[in-house]
């Protein structure tokens, strides 16, 4: 994923739910995340979530968080019709280059050459070849303490376009998980911004909860790529707030 804008903002997918997925996409999302490292999406719901996403907006780019950065794992979802990747706890730059070399084709990395879906099953191969290696939106996951001393070597990696902090893992890394108004966290964050916005990478973070007050704080601080929330949490927020207000007025 490749965009001219200079900022994009999607969401999580957890429900590894189809419908739920094409619902959101229609919601002027630029991107949707399907989660495989903690929900139970698995290949073959993964791809009718792509195609659910695509069918409810043709402009909204299918992504994945990975479940980690494993190479054979990554160019199944790359070839099923991923068109961007998260990966989890990239904490050196060596983690990074192992990313960047299961996305990218010869010669910029090693990615298997294959027909799938992303390929029109073939029909579309010389087309995808063309566009892939400049297409496929590559983001690390940081979220750890020991990535804060290997920022600037992580970032050095070519083929990055974003960075995503993961605040509940990032935090409790730290000894003090959840507590996102610790100093210590704040400093943490900041310091992985500016870092990101040093090497030219999309500085990006999650907002869990469905809290626009919180997005528009973390935009105006200089986040240009931003999950909005995750469809479960979004769900269960909104319903038990009309579940109560509903029974306190019985």
Known sequence: MKSEKDFLIGSWINTASPIVA???????????????????ADYNLSQQIFQAIKAGNPNCVPM??????????????????????????ICTARQAKTLVDSVKYPPLGNR????????G??????????????????CVQIEHIDALENLDEIFSIEGIDA?????????ASMGITA????????NAIELIKE??????ILPGIHVVQPNTDEAMKRIKEGYKFLAYSLDIT?????????????????
């Open 22 to 40: 094409e619902i959101m996409s229609n919601c002027d999302m630029d991107f949707l995340v399907v989660d495989l490292e903690h929900s139970v």
């Open 64 to 89: 994945v968080r990975l479940p980690g950065n494993d190479y054979s794992v990554t160019k199944k979802y790359l070839d099923l019709g991923a068109m961007g990747v998260i990966a989890p706890l």
């Open 112 to 119: 298997g050459v294959g027909y799938g879906r992303s390929h």
């Open 121 to 138: 099953y073939g029909f579309d191969f010389d087309k995808y070849m063309e566009i892939a290696n400049d297409d496929t939106f590559i």
């Open 163 to 171: 960075m995503i902090i993961g605040p509940y893992d990032l935090s």
């Open 179 to 186: 507590q996102f108004e610790s100093p210590k966290f704040i």
């Open 195 to 200: 870092k990101a916005k040093e090497h030219n």
């Open 234 to 250: 979004v769900l269960g927020t909104y319903y038990r707030k009309g579940i109560k207000t509903i029974r306190e007025n019985i």
